[in-house]
């Protein structure tokens, strides 16, 4: 039998997140025609219980499916989404198989978090030629581009895998994942998945670099402190004034104590590290007007050149389109459904144009979809060496 994908997604009306669990399930469940669950991913925002919400899901696909997922913001499907609730993907298939492991403390030990999630994981044999994993984490508690590396060594270099962050709508308070029916903060859960056929990642972000490269003079952890010697926030406003004062008619000078706006602007303004052919993303999520300094989402170390991007709502819109497009073009159409990996800095870019760049996705991508707005996305396939990134639409398409 042939995998199939389903994708469901409910809203968060009713406020009762047993429900809510429950409508996503049964959403997804009803497109297997009979057939039953045997993996299930889930996004679900901030405003439930998330134990709740897995007992719902639980009541409708059974305790046997291997199960991870993560808090997450703005959640959607091919369907459709929404600010609260949640949305889930459902995988049946004979052509596969899927493990799980959880990993915690990983502020205090990421080596032992990693070590821990892997350990319930057995090594590959012949029965599948393919194996890739997902990876999803608590991003408070955790440096992402270290996460990627050393996800990359504990699975070995020709294991493909894609993930994210957990994301809490821009509280930055708390990021849970889920592995089972457990829920956990400070937490690595991996998935990985045995297949006869090969499982396919694409990413694309839509930044521009309006600025000459950058040294990181001074940092400390995810604080900038210094680019080429002078105040990092100071450096950064004045390469993005001339922008912001002709995109918004904003002065920053007179918006640095209004946090929701200098996080768009920081979302729409972010750095990027020159790879080459594209950029590596790099996102600010808060700015201290007072000591000149801006903290970022990952560690970026002293020594790195950045350069200051700027996004539009219609580079957000024409770079997912382009992502889904590519993917569907590199796979030839050969897969059952997605899963995607969307930066929470997308969404603050595109604010009410969201669901038009979710659109754009579904206009190319011809089977199921799951996503959510992360934190910071993973996208690591052969040969690449860095696989953790910021403003990029990640898409993972599932094998058949």
Request: proline content about 3%; aromatic content about 8%.
């Amino acid at each position: 039998m042939e995998t199939q994908f389903a994708s469901g997604i409910a809203d968060g009306a009713t406020g009762d997140g047993y429900e809510v669990g429950v409508e996503a399930g049964r959403e997804a469940t009803s497109d297997l025609n009979g057939a039953t669950a045997d993996f299930c991913q889930v996004f679900c925002t901030v405003d439930f219980d998330y134990s709740d919400v897995l007992a719902g899901i639980r009541s409708v696909i059974g305790g046997e499916p291997a199960l991870i997922g993560c808090a997450g913001t703005g959640p959607f499907t091919d369907v459709r989404s929404v600010e609260s609730g949640v949305a889930l993907a459902v995988v049946s298939s004979e052509a596969m198989t899927f493990q799980t492991g959880i990993g915690t403390g990983l502020s205090e030990g990421m080596h032992r978090a990693l070590r821990d999630a892997r350990k319930d994981l057995s090594d590959t044999d012949d029965t599948y030629p393919y194996r890739s994993a997902l990876v999803l984490y608590d991003s408070l508690n955790s440096d992402g581009e270290e996460l990627a590396h050393r996800v990359r060594r504990k699975l070995g270099a020709r294991v493909p895998f894609a993930g994210g962050a957990a994301s809490d709508t821009y509280r930055l308070e708390s990021t849970p994942v889920f592995c089972g029916d457990r829920v956990e903060n400070n937490a690595v859960v991996v998935a990985t998945i045995d297949s006869e056929h090969q499982s396919f990642v694409f990413g694309n972000h839509g930044h521009e670099a309006i600025s000459e490269p950058l040294e990181v003079t001074e940092a400390n952890g995810r604080q900038l402190v210094e680019l080429d010697g002078r105040p990092a926030l100071k450096v950064w406003r004045e390469a993005v004034q001339p922008y912001a004062r002709e995109m918004f008619d904003i002065e920053l000078d007179a918006v640095t104590d209004d946090h929701q706006t200098m996080l768009r602007m920081m979302g729409v303004f972010e750095f990027g590290i020159d790879q080459g052919e594209s950029y590596k993303m790099r996102a600010c999520i808060e700015s201290n007007p007072d000591a000149g300094t801006m903290s970022s989402l990952v560690n970026i170390p002293e020594g790195t050149h950045v350069q200051v991007m700027r996004g539009t709502v219609d580079s957000q819109i024409d770079s997912a389109r382009t992502a889904a497009q590519t993917a569907n073009e590199i796979s030839d159409g050969q897969y059952s459904g997605a899963f995607i990996y969307d930066c929470a800095c997308r969404h603050v870019i595109l604010d009410d144009e969201f669901d038009t760049a979710v659109d754009a996705m579904r206009s190319e991508l011809t089977k199921p979809f799951v996503g959510f707005e992360t934190y910071g996305e993973m996208n690591m396939n052969f040969g690449q060496t860095s696989g953790f990134h910021n403003s990029t639409t990640v898409i993972n398409l599932f094998p058949k």
